[in-house]
């Protein structure tokens, strides 16, 4: 039976293969330690499930909420970003909260794109970055992910030869899967160039307060007159380890803020109104929570670079976020980074996310995610280090994902 239009355009899922072997991996009795996906493993403050057990317990709460948000967790919000990021914003215009991040950027792509329009995307990236826009009948331009003096060029490199001229540009810094962190200065051209050339830009900020060099990450709200033409999306999934609450925001200008709120409306009634006051209460606190997640996953980014380099697989330090974007080793990248964590799960019961995943440039890398504690990362190492001390001419036949295209 042909699959429907949509799900056409949809490539076959590549971390659903790695997903099979470990779940066969584990059937068998093996244990897995997995840091593929980005499902962070701390448990969520007690003082924020205190406040959901607390507002559940009111038979009032258990009714419809409001889509874009009550008012005070829009409120929250607002202020969150005064006194991180120096932002001014009136949660009644310019705040919506989200089913996360990931919903919110789906649902932007909806409320903005018409068929065929262009949208400037980093390759790697999150998924939904892309395919967000590819399911809503847009075309994606790959963009160079680096945030250097080459981006501009590339920039007007993509204006220049797009046809329709580029709806939007994709920006995601501190980035999934890279760990790259932009600074103020590049958001600055950005913003220009965005302004010159009537583009929107959708900035990703999900990891803005995973940061571990002493210097917090900006937003590209921060840059005057971004406002004018860029909306950001942030959660609460990794700040406060609450990734099953499914609680983010996008804030910024008001007419898109207005069109996401319109399209959210006729699909979702928000989230459960005790989540949001526990979400609110978290936002208005002293942030003692969101330093002792910060330093839990310092600590581990410190283990995992160490204990990797130690087992032979140097790992280039990332300075936020909750991954390391790890080159494949020379030795096996021929293989692909699909093939390579395959190899992972079965000889080393190690699982990553194949770079593949994240975008045809991320091939040569795999992304390893700060989820199990410093004891599980050592153990990894070791695992890993028994592996790389295995004879790679075994795995000479195995056929790349690559040959498969």
Not at 131 to 150: A, C, H, L, T
Not at 241 to 268: C, H, Q
């Amino acid at each position: 039976m042909e699959e429907f239009h949509k799900v056409r355009r949809l490539p076959p899922y590549v971390f659903e293969q790695v997903n099979r072997l470990k779940a066969a991996a584990r059937a068998r009795g093996a244990d897995i330690i997995d840091l593929g996906m980005g499902n962070p493993d701390l448990p969520t403050p007690k003082a924020i499930v205190d406040k959901l057990c607390e507002v559940v317990r009111d038979p009032r709460t258990h009714r419809y909420s409001s889509s874009r948000g009550i008012p005070g967790l829009r409120k929250a919000q607002a202020s969150y970003y005064a006194r991180r990021f120096g932002v001014k914003l009136d949660p009644d215009t310019q705040v919506v909260a989200t089913l996360g991040s990931k919903e919110g950027f789906a649902n932007m792509a909806q409320a903005i794109t018409a068929p065929g329009d262009v949208v400037l995307c980093p390759d790697p990236t999150y998924p939904i970055h892309a395919f967000g826009f590819i399911m809503s009948g847009g075309v994606i331009r790959s963009m160079q992910v680096e945030p250097n003096d080459d981006f501009i060029p590339a920039l007007e490199r993509g204006v220049r030869h797009s046809i329709p001229k580029p709806l939007a540009l994709i920006l995601n810094y501190p980035s999934n899967p890279t760990a790259l962190v932009a600074s103020l200065d590049f958001y600055k051209d950005v913003v220009a160039f965005a302004k010159k050339n009537d583009i929107i830009i959708l900035s990703d900020l999900a990891y803005s307060e995973i940061y571990f060099d002493g210097n917090p990450p900006p937003s590209v709200l921060e840059v005057p007159g971004a406002m004018d033409c860029t909306v950001e999306f942030t959660s609460m999934s990794k700040t406060f380890s609450m990734p099953g609450w499914r609680m983010g925001f996008a804030v910024g200008n008001e007419r898109l803020i207005s069109a996401l709120t319109r399209v959210k409306s006729y699909l979702d009634y928000g989230a459960f109104t005790p989540i949001q006051v526990a979400a609110t209460a978290a936002l208005n606190g002293d942030g003692s929570e969101i330093a002792e997640v910060r330093e839990v996953y310092h600590k581990r980014r410190d283990v995992m670079v160490d204990a990797f380099t130690r087992a032979g697989w140097p790992i280039p330090a990332p300075a936020a976020s909750m991954f390391a974007w790890a080159p494949i080793p020379e030795k096996y990248r021929h293989l692909g980074s699909l093939e390579f964590s395959k190899l992972l799960i079965e000889h080393a019961d190690v699982a990553v996310a194949p770079g593949v995943g994240f975008g045809e440039h991320g091939d040569d890398f795999v992304r390893v995610a700060l989820v199990e504690n410093e004891h599980r990362i050592r153990q990894a190492a070791r695992n890993i280090k028994r592996f790389l001390s295995m004879d790679a001419a075994q795995f000479q036949n195995v056929v790349p994902l690559s040959a498969h295209r």
